[in-house]
């Protein structure tokens, strides 16, 4: 138990439904992140809020909408996704400013998530 | 283009021996460096780090090497033990964390 609990673990849609992944840290963490996880390939940034702020976006499509209501929560709104969009998504936090040397993430479980 | 990268999709060692994973990088304004193990169906659990001004980082049965020069930092296990068995990810910081595609450990009995 990392302390980082994602919901749902598993996850199948439609490309034109609407769903969203939760996430809730009960570390007391200042700052929290959506990676994706697809096969064969790096761990990728999406998202990052510090302090309930969105600090990052990397160039992620708009159909994915993150939403970080309280240091404790991050949502990943997602609506008319693609096949490809299928893959793991994994939500982290930390406690360190971004930046700091000693910068550790916790993650979740992850959503499984595919597409149709 | 991978920053970080894990040439070694796979790797099978025998119970006891020393397991080494590689890991090399491009990016010389990383100043931090992690090494996560990931079971499936798990998330990645932080292992062990190095800063750049070291060379070697211990704890316990893990050592991270960083030789800077070569852009390269290596994971040894030793003993290897059964419940090493799972994918480790290379992970590098300057500005944020950025990942390496994971090597699949597998110990032997």
């Known amino acids: 138990e990392t302390g980082v609990t994602q919901t749902p673990r598993h996850l199948v849609m439609g490309m034109t439904n609407k769903k969203s992944l939760k996430c809730e840290q009960h570390l007391g963490h200042n700052a929290m992140y959506w990676y994706k996880q697809s096969a064969k390939k790096p761990l990728e940034l999406m998202f990052v809020y510090s302090l309930e702020e969105r600090v990052e976006n990397n160039s992620v499509p708009s159909r994915f909408s993150p939403e970080c209501p309280n240091s404790s929560h991050l949502f990943l709104h997602l609506h008319t996704l693609q096949p490809e969009d299928s893959a793991l998504y994994l939500c982290?936090?930390?406690?360190?400013?971004?930046?700091?040397?000693?910068?550790?993430?916790?993650f979740g479980s992850g959503t499984q998530l595919s597409v149709l | 283009d991978q920053q970080v990268k894990q040439n070694s999709p796979s790797l099978s060692v025998q119970e006891g021996r020393i397991s080494i994973l590689n890991c090399d990088y491009t990016?010389?304004?990383?100043?931090?460096f992690l090494w996560y193990k990931k079971y499936p169906a798990e998330g990645p659990t932080f292992l062990i780090s190095i800063s750049s001004i070291k060379d070697k980082n211990e704890d316990g049965r893990f050592t991270v090497f960083l030789n800077k020069s070569a852009k390269h930092l290596s994971l040894h296990i030793v003993p290897s033990q059964p419940g090493d068995s799972a994918v480790y990810f290379c992970a590098a910081r300057d500005d944020k964390i950025i990942f390496g595609k994971g090597t699949r450990l597998h110990i032997l009995p």
């Open positions: 990016n010389s304004m990383f100043d931090y």
């Open positions: 982290a936090s930390s406690q360190a400013p971004l930046g700091a040397t000693n910068e550790k993430l916790f």
